[in-house]
Protein backbone atom coordinates (compact mmCIF):
# COMPACT_ATOMS: atom_id res chain seq x y z
CA UNK A 1 0.00 0.00 0.00
CA UNK A 2 1.67 3.64 -1.09
CA UNK A 3 1.66 5.98 1.89
CA UNK A 4 1.37 9.58 1.12
CA UNK A 5 2.38 12.29 3.18
CA UNK A 6 1.87 16.20 2.69
CA UNK A 7 3.69 19.05 3.90
CA UNK A 8 4.40 22.56 2.49
CA UNK A 9 1.87 24.40 4.32
CA UNK A 10 1.27 27.44 6.51
CA UNK A 11 -0.04 30.84 7.48
CA UNK A 12 0.21 33.13 4.44
CA UNK A 13 -1.12 36.68 3.76
CA UNK A 14 -3.24 37.34 0.68
CA UNK A 15 -1.51 37.20 -2.47
CA UNK A 16 1.94 35.02 -0.94
CA UNK A 17 3.21 31.90 -2.08
CA UNK A 18 3.56 28.00 -0.80
CA UNK A 19 4.81 25.08 -2.47
CA UNK A 20 3.52 22.24 -1.04
CA UNK A 21 5.16 18.63 -1.58
CA UNK A 22 3.42 14.71 -1.66
CA UNK A 23 5.63 12.52 -0.82
CA UNK A 24 5.00 8.75 -1.70
CA UNK A 25 6.12 5.78 -0.57
CA UNK A 26 6.26 2.69 -3.68
CA UNK A 27 8.07 1.85 -6.69
CA UNK A 28 4.60 2.46 -8.86
CA UNK A 29 4.28 6.52 -7.64
CA UNK A 30 5.63 7.33 -11.38
CA UNK A 31 3.38 5.39 -13.45
CA UNK A 32 0.48 6.83 -11.86
CA UNK A 33 -1.47 9.73 -11.94
CA UNK A 34 -1.85 11.92 -9.48
CA UNK A 35 -3.99 14.88 -7.56
CA UNK A 36 -4.26 17.68 -5.38
CA UNK A 37 -7.18 17.94 -3.35
CA UNK A 38 -8.38 20.72 -0.55
CA UNK A 39 -11.13 20.39 1.84
CA UNK A 40 -12.04 23.81 3.38
CA UNK A 41 -14.23 24.11 6.64
CA UNK A 42 -17.87 22.59 6.55
CA UNK A 43 -17.45 21.77 2.62
CA UNK A 44 -16.46 18.81 0.40
CA UNK A 45 -13.42 17.86 -0.65
CA UNK A 46 -12.51 19.13 -4.08
CA UNK A 47 -9.92 18.28 -7.00
CA UNK A 48 -7.99 20.97 -7.44
CA UNK A 49 -5.30 20.09 -9.80
CA UNK A 50 -3.96 16.55 -11.79
CA UNK A 51 -0.45 15.60 -13.79
CA UNK A 52 -0.51 12.05 -15.49
CA UNK A 53 1.58 9.86 -15.05
CA UNK A 54 5.51 9.00 -16.24
CA UNK A 55 6.93 12.84 -16.78
CA UNK A 56 3.87 14.49 -16.19
CA UNK A 57 3.06 16.34 -19.94
CA UNK A 58 -0.58 16.89 -18.98
CA UNK A 59 -2.28 18.87 -16.17
CA UNK A 60 -5.53 20.13 -15.42
CA UNK A 61 -6.67 22.70 -13.32
CA UNK A 62 -9.75 23.53 -10.91
CA UNK A 63 -11.27 26.99 -12.86
CA UNK A 64 -10.73 28.34 -9.24
CA UNK A 65 -6.90 28.18 -9.54
CA UNK A 66 -6.21 27.97 -12.64
CA UNK A 67 -3.10 30.52 -13.82
CA UNK A 68 -2.43 30.95 -9.97
CA UNK A 69 -1.18 27.21 -8.97
CA UNK A 70 0.87 25.26 -11.33
CA UNK A 71 1.37 21.07 -10.44
CA UNK A 72 4.60 19.25 -10.79
CA UNK A 73 6.14 16.15 -10.22
CA UNK A 74 9.59 14.64 -9.69
CA UNK A 75 9.91 10.77 -10.09
CA UNK A 76 13.24 10.15 -9.08
CA UNK A 77 12.25 11.76 -5.85
CA UNK A 78 8.70 9.94 -5.38
CA UNK A 79 7.33 13.78 -5.14
CA UNK A 80 4.43 15.36 -6.31
CA UNK A 81 4.22 19.69 -5.76
CA UNK A 82 1.63 22.50 -6.41
CA UNK A 83 3.09 25.60 -6.64
CA UNK A 84 0.20 28.50 -5.40
CA UNK A 85 1.02 31.88 -6.00
CA UNK A 86 -1.32 34.95 -5.70
CA UNK A 87 -2.91 32.79 -2.50
CA UNK A 88 -6.75 34.20 -1.58
CA UNK A 89 -8.90 33.70 1.43
CA UNK A 90 -11.10 31.15 0.13
CA UNK A 91 -7.73 28.78 -0.90
CA UNK A 92 -7.81 28.04 2.85
CA UNK A 93 -8.05 24.74 3.10
CA UNK A 94 -6.38 21.56 4.47
CA UNK A 95 -4.61 20.23 1.13
CA UNK A 96 -4.31 16.23 0.14
CA UNK A 97 -2.83 14.53 -2.41
CA UNK A 98 -3.96 10.80 -4.24
CA UNK A 99 -4.37 9.55 -7.27
CA UNK A 100 -7.31 11.25 -9.47
CA UNK A 101 -9.63 8.18 -8.98
CA UNK A 102 -8.58 8.33 -4.75
CA UNK A 103 -6.60 4.96 -5.25
CA UNK A 104 -4.84 5.32 -1.96
CA UNK A 105 -5.36 6.03 1.66
CA UNK A 106 -5.63 9.33 2.48
CA UNK A 107 -2.63 10.64 4.31
CA UNK A 108 -3.32 13.23 7.01
CA UNK A 109 -2.83 16.42 4.94
CA UNK A 110 -1.37 19.95 5.36
CA UNK A 111 -3.10 23.22 6.41
CA UNK A 112 -2.98 26.06 4.21
CA UNK A 113 -4.28 29.26 5.77
CA UNK A 114 -4.31 32.47 3.66
CA UNK A 115 -5.13 35.51 5.98
CA UNK A 116 -4.26 38.65 7.21
Known amino acids: QVQLVESGGGLVQPGGSLRLSCAAS????????MAWYRQAPGKERELVATITGGIGSYTTYADSVKGRFTISRDNAKNTMYLQMNSLKPEDTAVYYC????????WGQGTQVTVSS
Open 26 to 33: GSIFSINA
Open 98 to 105: NTPWTTWT
